[in-house]
Nanobody, 116 residues
Framework: QVQLVESGGGLVQAGGSLRLSCAAS????????VCWYRQAPGKQRELVAF???????AYADSVKGRFTISRDNAEYTVYLQMNSLKPEDTAVYYC??????????WGQGTQVTVSS
């Protein structure tokens, strides 16, 4: 069983920054990719960014140029650096790890609130 634990959420003013962390119970090299999703109240969960085992990254258009996904050298944690935050970035942010056997693991989420 894989455990994913997100942290780093909080309340920030518009224009501010936060760094989210997703700590995995096994090396992220075990997964095809690790993703960050978010879900705002009344909206569907949406993909924000992902990083593959090979290190490739991709971003939603809404966060491109403001958010950066990365991983630590020990390869157990994935980060989401969020800069120039906007009120519309307010959501619960979730980490998801996609394993080669098509099993997806989710964390419990961390709340990000951006005030105007």
């Amino acid at each position: 069983q894989v455990q994913l634990v997100e942290s780093g959420g909080g309340l920030v003013q518009a224009g501010g920054s936060l760094r989210l962390s997703c700590a995995a119970s096994r090396s992220i090299f075990n997964f095809n990719r690790v993703c960050w999703y978010r879900q705002a109240p009344g909206k569907q969960r949406e993909l924000v960014a992902f990083i593959t085992s090979g290190g490739s990254t991709a971003y939603a258009d809404s966060v491109k140029g403001r958010f950066t996904i990365s991983r630590d050298n020990a390869e157990y944690t994935v980060y989401l650096q969020m800069n120039s935050l906007k009120p519309e970035d307010t959501a619960v942010y979730y980490c998801r790890a996609d394993s080669p056997d098509y099993t997806n693991y989710w964390g419990q989420g961390t709340q990000v609130t951006v005030s105007s």
